[in-house]
C-alpha cells in the first residue's frame, strides 16, 4: 500500500486489530513505501466552464410518453407491446414516509453493529412541493485536504450539534445516517406500486438522490450552527494531493465528532486511496498507486463514460423490479471509484464491512458525506469536460422522479430529479481543483498483438458460447464489432461500446470482476493504467440477506482502446473476464458490442 507521507522511505508494518468503538486508539499498519504528494501549485490547472444545464436533445420537445402513446397504432402495430414498456411506464415516486419499514436487506442483522430500523421519524406533516432557494450567497465545498483550521472546527461543531439532538430528531445524526439504510436496503416501495422495492442503487438515480441527500445534510448542518454560507467538504480523492483520508477525521478519537471506530485501520492518512480497490491489498509504491488511481479516473470520467447511461447507469421506472429488472445497469463512477473508496473506508474483518463497506451503515460515518461531495462533483466536472454526449439522460421518467426529505426547518419536501440539475439554482459549487486524470489517458501494454485472431480455434466465440457463462475462473470469449477501421466522422456520431449484459449475482455480497480487451496471457498484471484493462464490474452489498440474486450490466467504451492498442482493423476482440472477489455464483447472460448514437 502506497502513501504520501514522506519520499520512498520504508517504514515498519505492525498488526491490525479490530478497533474498540468505545477507544479513543487505533491500531495502524503503515504502508511499506510511501512518497510525497506533488502539490497544486505544481499541477498544470485546467479552468473548466461552468456548464451545470441540462441538456435535451432538440428533437425532445414534447413528453416522451405522450409521443409515443401519441403515434398509437402506427408505433405498436409492428411491436409486441411487451417490447417497449416505458412508453407506459411512469418516473419512480417515494410513497408517504409512513409506509417504510425496517431494512434486511444487504447485511446479515444478526452480525449488524448498526440497528436496521432505518425509518424516517413521522411528525404528521404534509409533504411539500421543493422550492429552490433565496439564498444571497453560493455556498462553496472545499476541498478536505486544503481546508483552513478555522473550517475544520467549524465543521466539527456542526457535526457535533447534529450528534447532540435526539435520535428521533429528523435532523439528528441518526436520522441522517438512517436515509441512505432506508433508500438502499429495502424499507420504501415504490408509490403505487406497493410489491416493488425502491433502490437508488444500480441506476440512473444514483447521482441525483445522492445530490438531494447532501444538500439537505449540508444546509441542516449550516442551520444548527446558524451559518447559511456553510457548505460540507469534498474528500479530493481524484487529485494526487488529497488522495489520502483527511487527518481531521481521527485526530481525537472518540472525542472527535468526526471519527468512526469502524474503519480500516490500516487505511488512515497517509495511505493513498485505491480507486480500484478489490480488497486485497496490492503493495504498490507511491509512484505506482497514483498512476494506477489517474488512469482509472480516466477511464471512468472519459472512456467508459460517453454516454448518459454509461455515466448515470441504466433505465428504471416505475413499476420496475430492482432485482429482476431485465436490462439494468451500473454507471461508470457508481460501479468504479464510488464503490472501491466505499469498501476502502469500510472495516473489512467486520462480517458486514461496517460502516462505509456496506449500504446500510455507510451514513453513520461522517467521511461517508465528504466522499458523496465528491461523487457529486464528478457528475460537474463531467458536464464541464464538455465532450459531446455529456448530458443528462433526454427522458421524463429520470426529470420526474422524486423521493422526500426532511429539510433545514423540519418540513417533508418532495424532490425531483430536474430540480437538481443546475448548482447555480441550489445555491452551493465546489472550490475549483485540478483534474489531472483528463490527461492521464491509458497506454497500451503491446500493440498490434493482433492477439484476438490467434486466439480464433481456442476460444469461442460468443454466438457459439453457451449463455449464461459461469464467472468462477477466468473466463475468455471472442466478440464480433459491428465496424472496423470507422472513421473521424463515424466517431463523432457514435461511440463503440462494450456490454457485458445480464450479470446475475448475490446481492448480500461485494462483487468485483475486472475486464481486459486483447490483453496477453497474464492479463492480472494489467492495471488500470494500460489501455487494455477495460474497467471492472463492482457492486456493494445492497440487497436480500437472504442470497437473494441481483442483476445488473455494465459497459466500457472501446473507442479510444481499440486506437491505443491499435486494433481498429480487427474484426473480433478478446473479451476476458476475471473474477476477483464474491464471484462465485456470478453468471454473465450476453457479450456483445454495439455503436451507441451521441446524444446531444
Known amino acids: 500500500m502506497a502513501s504520501l507521507q514522506s519520499l520512498f522511505i520504508p517504514t515498519i508494518t505492525t498488526r491490525t486489530t479490530l478497533p474498540n468503538p468505545t477507544s479513543n486508539r487505533r491500531s495502524k499498519t503503515y504502508p511499506k513505501v510511501s512518497c510525497n504528494a506533488t502539490s497544486d501549485d505544481n499541477e498544470k490547472l485546467l479552468i473548466l466552464p461552468e456548464t451545470q444545464k441540462l441538456i435535451l436533445p432538440t428533437t425532445l420537445n414534447v413528453d416522451r410518453r405522450n409521443l409515443l402513446l401519441g403515434l398509437g397504432a402506427g408505433l405498436y402495430s409492428t411491436v409486441n407491446f411487451t417490447s417497449a414498456p416505458a412508453a407506459f411506464a411512469d418516473p419512480i415516486t417515494t410513497p408517504d414516509i409512513s409506509t417504510c419499514v425496517a431494512s434486511t436487506k444487504g447485511f446479515q442483522p444478526k452480525n449488524a453493529v448498526r440497528t436496521n430500523a432505518c425509518c424516517p421519524p413521522t411528525l404528521s406533516k404534509t409533504v411539500k412541493e421543493f422550492v429552490f432557494p433565496n439564498d444571497r450567497a453560493t455556498r462553496i465545498r472545499p476541498a478536505a485536504h486544503r481546508a483552513s483550521p478555522e473550517y475544520i472546527a467549524k465543521y466539527k461543531a456542526a457535526i457535533q450539534k447534529m450528534r447532540d439532538l435526539e435520535d428521533d430528531d429528523p435532523h439528528s445524526f441518526v436520522s441522517q445516517a438512517k436515509i441512505h439504510c432506508a433508500y438502499c436496503n429495502g424499507g420504501f416501495t415504490q408509490d403505487k406500486h406497493p410489491d416493488k422495492e425502491l433502490q437508488i442503487h444500480n441506476s440512473w438515480l444514483f447521482f441525483p438522490f445522492h445530490r438531494w441527500y447532501l444538500y439537505f445534510y449540508e444546509r441542516i448542518l ?64 507511491c509512484i505506482k498507486q497514483l498512476s494506477v488511481n489517474l488512469g482509472a479516473m480516466n477511464k471512468q470520467m472519459i472512456r467508459n463514460a460517453g454516454d448518459w447511461k454509461s455515466f448515470f447507469g441504466g433505465e428504471y421506472r416505475a413499476g420496475s423490479d430492482p432485482i429482476g429488472n431485465k436490462d439494468p445497469s451500473v454507471g461508470s463512477v457508481e460501479a468504479g471509484c464510488h464503490t472501491a473508496i466505499h469498501r476502502w473506508v469500510g472495516n473489512s474483518r467486520l462480517p458486514n464491512g461496517e460502516d462505509m463497506g456496506n449500504f446500510y451503515s455507510a451514513g453513520y460515518d461522517p467521511v461517508f458525506y465528504v466522499h458523496h461531495a465528491n461523487v457529486d462533483r464528478m457528475w460537474k466536472v463531467w458536464k464541464d469536460l464538455g465532450i459531446r454526449g455529456h448530458i443528462e439522460p433526454p427522458d421524463n421518467d429520470w426529470r420526474n422522479a422524486s423521493y422526500v426529505f426532511y429539510d433545514e426547518n423540519k418540513e417533508l419536501v418532495r424532490v425531483y430529479n430536474k430540480d437538481c440539475v443546475r448548482l447555480e439554482k441550489l445555491k452551493y459549487d465546489y472550490q475549483f481543483a485540478p483534474i489531472p486524470w483528463k490527461n492521464s489517458r491509458p497506454v497500451a501494454r503491446t500493440k498490434k498483438s493482433n492477439i484476438a485472431l490467434k486466439s480464433v480455434g481456442t476460444v469461442k466465440q460468443a454466438q457459439d458460447s453457451k449463455f449464461p457463462l459461469k464467472l468462477d475462473k477466468t473466463t475468455k470469449v471472442l466478440v464480433k464489432r459491428p465496424a472496423t477501421n470507422r472513421s473521424k466522422e463515424d466517431k463523432e456520431n457514435a461511440n463503440e461500446v462494450l456490454l457485458i449484459k445480464g450479470v446475475v449475482f448475490n446481492g448480500e455480497k461485494f462483487v468485483k470482476f475486472d475486464v481486459f480487451v486483447n490483453d496477453k496471457d497474464d492479463v492480472t498484471a494489467s492495471t488500470a493504467e494500460e489501455s487494455e484493462f477495460a474497467g471492472s464490474f463492482a457492486q456493494l452489498p445492497h440487497n436480500h440477506g437472504d442470497k437473494m440474486l441481483m442483476t445488473s450490466s455494465a459497459r466500457f467504451g472501446l473507442t479510444e482502446l481499440l486506437e491505443d492498442i491499435d486494433a481498429e482493423d480487427d474484426e473480433s476482440i478478446l473479451v476476458t473476464l476475471v473474477p476477483k472477489v464474491g464471484c462465485e455464483e456470478v453468471t454473465i447472460g450476453e457479450i456483445k458490442v454495439e455503436l451507441v448514437p451521441i446524444e446531444e
Open 222 to 285: 449550516g442551520k444548527l450552527i446558524d451559518d447559511p454560507t456553510f457548505a460540507i467538504p469534498y474528500w479530493n480523492w481524484d487529485n494526487p494531493a488529497g488522495m489520502s483520508l483527511p487527518d481531521f477525521f481521527e485526530e481525537g478519537g472518540k472525542a472527535n465528532p468526526a471519527f468512526d471506530a469502524y474503519r480500516n485501520s490500516s487505511h488512515l492518512a497517509p495511505a493513498i486511496a485505491d480507486l480500484d480497490y478489490d480488497g486485497t491489498e496490492k503493495n504498490y509504491t
